[in-house]
Every structure is written in structure tokens, then in C-alpha cells.
């Protein structure tokens, strides 16, 4: 267990430090689409790098898909989602270091905090849906790749894709959550608007996590055989 929770934190801390640090440091100058794919190319590094330890959710709304499909037991997942938040906060607070003493210039004004209601960003209604429906779909992906019946070796790669292609429609509306611990920590730093908004990009998240469950039910192959006593049993990624 203390292997998993490191690696949960640790990875965590690095998509907060490397993948929000792109936006941070290059939102501006690079654009969305290179903030988009450091989103999605960390997470990929991720699920190979600590993948065979942990799992690599670092994402309490991945956990709770996890623990709400029966492939996670319940203390296991509360420990993996304390373990991501602190990941988060530490990261995000590296990122606050390097801005106010290392003299990194922030490019989105907020610490790469998630938010709703400004110019070109919909409202608090608009928001909630989005992230739900991204997260719904991000998770979803996940939750089939690492089936038994998906194939071996890819699921790195489609989930980075997935977390890369959520970007590039959340990014110019909301900055993109689908991940309770990513915004929590840089609104904790970023203060104001972003903290008293941070509600939204806990709530929905967790929301969408849930719904990518019933999605993975309806989709995946219905049954595999079970092999030695020739039972039908459904599939389910350990």
C-alpha cells in the first residue's frame, strides 16, 4: 500500500508541476493545443512509468470510478484520493514558488486554476455541464482500456489521448478539470475568484466519474469466459 500511495502522490505532484506548469509558463506563447498535449503526454508517461504500481489514477474522480465499478476497495480508494491531493497541493505550491520567488511569469493569471463566468467562459450552469460531460467521457475511456478485453500495451496511450483531446475542448472554457486534485490545488494558491469557484471543479468531476461507470457497464463486452470452471463471469481490470 505505501508503494501505491507513493507513486499516487508522486504522480500526482508531477501532472500538477509539469502538465499545469505548460500552461502556466506557455499558455500564451505555445497555445492551447501544446497545453493540451502536456496534459495528455504526462499522463501517458504516467500510466506506463507507475501504471504496474498504482494504476496511475492520479484523479479522485478515476478513483471513485474504480471504487464504484468494485475494482478498488474502499479504504484503498479514500487513501489513493488523499494521497492525490496532497500531490496537487505540493505541486501546485512548487509552481507558486517558482512564480513569486523564481520569477516564472504566469501566463493565465491564476496559477492555472480552473474557472467560469469571465469573458468567452460560460456561466456557472454551462461550466458544471461541461465538466461533467468531459469527465464522463475521459473517465469512460479509462475505465474500458484497462478492461481485460482491451488490448495489451495500448492503455497508456489512449488515456493520454483522451486527457489531450478534453483539453482542447475544455481549455477555452473552463481551463479543463476532470480532475478534483488538479484544481484544488492551484486555486488554494491562486485565492480569490479561483477558491471561491473551486466547488464547481470538485463537484463535477466526481459527478462525471460516476456516470463514466454506467457508461463502462453498457459498452464494454458483456461476458468473458472464466476458463478453468467454463463460468461466465464479467470482465474487470485488477
Known amino acids: 500500500m505505501a508503494r501505491k500511495l507513493t507513486a499516487e502522490f508522486i504522480g500526482t505532484f508531477l501532472l500538477v ?8 509558463s506557455g499558455l500564451v506563447t505555445a497555445g492551447i493545443l501544446a497545453v493540451a498535449l502536456a496534459f495528455g503526454l504526462v499522463l501517458m508517461a504516467l500510466a506506463y512509468a507507475i501504471g504496474p504500481t498504482s494504476g496511475a489514477h492520479v484523479n479522485p474522480a478515476v478513483t471513485l470510478a474504480f471504487w464504484l465499478s ?7 480508494a479514500i487513501a489513493y484520493m488523499i494521497a492525490q ?7 501546485a505550491g512548487v509552481l507558486y514558488f517558482l512564480i513569486e520567488v523564481g ?3 504566469d501566463q493565465t493569471g491564476a496559477l492555472g486554476a480552473n474557472g467560469f463566468g469571465a469573458a468567452e467562459q460560460p456561466n456557472a450552469t454551462g ?10 467521457a475521459f473517465v469512460g475511456v479509462i475505465l474500458l482500456v484497462t478492461d481485460h478485453d482491451a488490448a495489451p500495451g495500448m492503455a497508456g496511450l489512449a ?7 478534453v483539453h482542447l475542448v ?17 486555486a488554494l494558491f491562486a485565492g480569490g475568484d479561483s477558491l471561491s469557484q473551486v466547488w464547481l471543479f470538485l463537484v463535477a468531476p466526481f459527478l462525471g466519474g460516476a456516470i463514466a461507470v454506467l457508461f463502462w457497464m453498457f459498452t464494454r463486452p ?7 470452471e467454463g463460468e461466465e463471469t464479467y470482465s474487470r481490470a485488477e
Open 70 to 76: 468494485k475494482r478498488q476497495d474502499g479504504k484503498e
Open 85 to 91: 491531493f496532497l500531490g496537487a497541493i505540493v505541486g
Open 159 to 165: 488515456i493520454g489521448a483522451a486527457l489531450a483531446a
Open 222 to 228: 458483456s461476458k468473458v469466459a472464466s476458463g478453468d
Open 127 to 136: 461550466a458544471f455541464v461541461i465538466e461533467v460531460l468531459l469527465t464522463a
Open 170 to 186: 475544455g481549455i477555452p472554457l473552463t481551463g479543463t478539470s476532470v480532475n478534483p486534485a488538479r484544481s484544488l490545488g492551484p
Open 103 to 105: 520569477g516564472v511569469i
Open 17 to 24: 508541476l509539469l502538465a499545469v506548469g505548460a500552461a502556466v
